[in-house]
């Protein structure tokens, strides 16, 4: 399937984002381990949440978490540390995402599993029982959701979890999102010192559980409305925090850079309100950034960038490689095919210094990559008529994309 997809030239819209894909997977796991017997509240309805929902309500043996790295990763942990025998696999590009670093931890701290194809990645056999825990080391510079998952079980653990990370900690605000998701249900998790973690083995408690809306699907509004450039436009989003712990709330201080106001309803910082956006001036030359913290948003602000005709250098982005699709190889030949010549540097950093080159005006491919569906559709501001193929990877994080946009007033056709 194909878009081809044709811009507004005004908005005023009031978009219902998802809830936030990343609390909800935490939430789940965490009250699964608390014996929570009522889901947590706005549940996000995305694939990727989905799968994690099925695995734990149906529990069968064989657990197909299709393309869900987050899945993969937390039920993984999940599964080694509660009792029973299952196989956890994916999708064909899912076997091929590394899962060693998690699975040699698991291990270490008593974890049966076994690969049951190539070693080093999924699908895995997990004979899940009581772990003892203890004291581990592992890298921090691969991924966050690595660090995640063995947070998540910690307080299930006999001795609990001191948890030592080496090298550069990458993606620390998702570490710190789990960790403030495991106060809420009662667990006693700290930072002890800049590369350690330390879990006390208290279990967890029963409770009610609210999940907040979704920053990082807000970003692509923001990028809509700074690529429209119409100041009379407007988008208002509900159920946002100003306070949010999620690492891609930091979207609004970045595009704030780029022209877009962000103005919350109340004063409120720490409860759900809605969020308005507006176009302001900007006149920046140049945006430069570490990704390391926040790299999903990443394909939105190459996109965002480049259309607006401002040069950047973005760094910190070397999980880009490991995520649904490489993002970084997929960026740069998706951009080329709207004139944009982006350089790679270092395995872990994109540039744009204003090189063009022949837009060849093809579709833009998806690899199979939600993220890389939403960055580029509200690229047809600038480039009438941009069509998209596989558009339906959205529905990974983002299920209701499509119909917002073409509430917001984009011409959506099936080609």
Same mark, same amino acid.
């Given at each position: 399937?194909?878009?081809?997809?044709? #811009?507004?030239?005004?908005?005023?819209?009031?978009?219902?984002?998802?809830?936030?894909?990343?609390?909800?997977?935490?939430?789940?796991?965490?009250?699964?381990?608390?014996?929570?017997?009522?889901?947590?509240?706005?549940?996000?309805?995305?694939?990727?949440?989905?799968?994690?929902?099925?695995?734990?309500?149906?529990? =069968?043996?064989?657990?197909?978490?299709?393309?869900?790295?987050?899945?993969?990763?937390?039920?993984?942990?999940?599964?080694?540390?509660?009792?029973?025998?299952?196989?956890?696999?994916?999708?064909?590009?899912?076997?091929?995402?590394? !899962?060693?670093?998690?699975?040699?931890?698991?291990?270490?701290?008593?974890?049966?599993?076994?690969?049951?194809?190539?070693?080093?990645?999924?699908?895995?056999?997990?004979?899940?029982?009581?772990?003892?825990?203890?004291? !581990?080391?592992?890298?921090?510079?691969? *991924? *966050?959701?690595?660090?995640?998952? &063995?947070?998540?079980?910690?307080?299930?653990?006999?001795?609990?979890?001191?948890?030592?990370?080496?090298?550069?900690?990458?993606?620390?605000?998702?570490?710190?999102?789990?960790?403030?998701?495991?106060?809420?249900?009662? #667990?006693?998790?700290?930072?002890?010192?800049?590369?350690?973690?330390?879990?006390?083995?208290?279990?967890?408690?029963?409770?009610?559980?609210?999940?907040?809306?979704?920053?990082?699907?807000?970003?692509?509004?923001?990028?809509?409305?700074? &690529?429209?450039?119409?100041?009379?436009?407007?988008?208002?989003?509900?159920?946002?925090?100003?306070?949010?712990?999620? @690492?891609?709330?930091?979207?609004?201080?970045?595009?704030?850079? &780029?022209?877009?106001?962000?103005?919350?309803?109340?004063?409120?910082?720490?409860?759900?309100?809605?969020?308005?956006?507006?176009?302001?001036?900007?006149?920046? =030359?140049?945006?430069?950034?570490?990704?390391?913290?926040?790299?999903?948003?990443?394909?939105?602000?190459?996109?965002?960038?480049?259309?607006?005709?401002?040069?950047?250098?973005?760094? @910190?982005?070397?999980?880009?490689?490991?995520?649904?699709?490489?993002?970084?190889?997929?960026?740069?030949?998706?951009?080329?095919?709207? @004139?944009?010549?982006?350089?790679?540097?270092? @395995? *872990?950093?994109?540039?744009?210094?204003?090189?063009?080159?022949?837009?060849?005006?093809? =579709?833009?491919?998806?690899?199979?990559?939600?993220?890389?569906?939403?960055?580029?559709?509200? #690229?047809? !501001?600038?480039?009438?008529?941009?069509?998209?193929?596989?558009?339906?990877?959205?529905?990974? *994080?983002?299920?209701?994309?499509?119909?917002?946009?073409?509430? #917001?007033?984009?011409?959506?056709?099936?080609?």
């Amino acid at each position: 399937m194909t878009y081809k997809i044709t #811009a507004p030239s005004r908005i005023d819209t009031t978009i219902k984002l998802p809830a936030s894909k990343s609390i909800s997977n935490r939430a789940l796991i965490i009250s699964a381990l608390a014996g929570v017997r009522t889901r947590p509240q706005n549940i996000s309805n995305c694939d990727d949440t989905e799968v994690i929902l099925r695995a734990l309500l149906d529990n =069968p043996y064989e657990i197909d978490i299709k393309a869900a790295g987050t899945a993969m990763r937390f039920m993984t942990a999940y599964l080694a540390a509660t009792p029973g025998e299952h196989v956890i696999t994916g999708t064909e590009r899912m076997k091929h995402r590394p !899962i060693k670093l998690l699975v040699d931890a698991l291990r270490y701290l008593g974890a049966d599993i076994e690969y049951i194809g190539e070693e080093g990645f999924p699908p895995l056999k997990i004979r899940g029982t009581m772990l003892d825990g203890g004291s !581990i080391e592992i890298p921090g510079n691969v *991924s *966050s959701q690595y660090i995640s998952a &063995l947070l998540m079980i910690a307080p299930m653990l006999r001795k609990g979890l001191e948890l030592h990370l080496t090298w550069n900690i990458i993606s620390r605000p998702y570490i710190d999102l789990t960790i403030h998701t495991m106060h809420d249900y009662g #667990a006693r998790v700290e930072w002890t010192d800049v590369d350690t973690i330390v879990t006390e083995p208290t279990g967890y408690r029963e409770r009610e559980f609210m999940i907040e809306n979704d920053w990082s699907g807000a970003s692509y509004w923001y990028e809509t409305l700074a &690529l429209l450039g119409d100041h009379e436009s407007r988008i208002s989003m509900p159920r946002l925090i100003d306070a949010s712990r999620q @690492g891609d709330s930091v979207v609004r201080y970045l595009f704030s850079m &780029l022209g877009v106001k962000t103005a919350f309803d109340d004063g409120i910082k720490t409860a759900p309100t809605t969020v308005t956006l507006k176009l302001m001036h900007s006149m920046l =030359p140049k945006l430069d950034f570490d990704f390391s913290g926040q790299p999903d948003l990443a394909p939105t602000f190459v996109v965002t960038c480049a259309a607006m005709g401002i040069p950047f250098h973005f760094t @910190g982005l070397a999980t880009l490689h490991i995520k649904e699709s490489d993002r970084i190889e997929a960026l740069k030949r998706e951009m080329r095919k709207l @004139g944009f010549v982006i350089r790679e540097e270092n @395995g *872990s950093e994109l540039l744009w210094d204003g090189e063009r080159c022949d837009a060849t005006w093809e =579709p833009i491919d998806t690899y199979e990559d939600h993220r890389m569906a939403m960055a580029f559709a509200p #690229a047809a !501001i600038k480039f009438p008529g941009l069509r998209i193929n596989n558009p339906e990877v959205v529905t990974k *994080s983002y299920p209701g994309f499509w119909k917002d946009m073409q509430q #917001a007033g984009f011409i959506i056709e099936e080609e």
